[in-house]
């Protein structure tokens, strides 16, 4: 293996707002500030560096204009995808449309600040 992903970067108007969400979504914690107000979240276990990749929020003014180019993917590990859908909701989270036909397998969702995601009907084992 040559490398691997350590960490994702994602700009946003509201980091405060994107670190609770994702914290809450992927069971992640705070790992760090930095004086840009850029917050930098991860697994509890692992943090930086560690199996899962980190997430950095990073402030930023910038319009989004179109769909994202890169999306997530996530898999549930402890309920079926109906009832993680619920919980996604719950959080915050939004249908998007981008485009799907409503015969996938999968839920095109969106944060609270509109990127989408994929909600996969596997259920995988938690690291």
């Known amino acids: 293996m040559a490398c691997r992903i350590s960490e994702l970067l994602l700009d946003c108007a509201d980091p405060e707002l994107l670190a609770a969400f994702w914290c809450e979504a992927l069971g992640y914690v705070e790992l760090g500030r930095e004086d840009d107000g850029s917050i930098q979240i991860g697994s509890p276990d692992g943090g930086f560096g ?65 990127n989408e995601f994929c909600l996969l009907r596997t259920r995988l084992q938690p690291l």
């Open 50 to 114: 560690g199996p899962q990749p980190t997430l950095l929020l990073v402030p930023s003014d910038d319009p989004r204009t179109g769909k994202l180019r890169l999306h997530f993917d996530l898999n549930a590990t402890d309920r079926d995808q109906d009832a993680e859908l619920e919980r996604l909701l719950a959080l915050g989270a939004r249908p998007a449309d981008i485009g799907q036909t409503g015969a996938e397998s999968w839920h095109v969702l969106a944060d609270p600040e509109g």
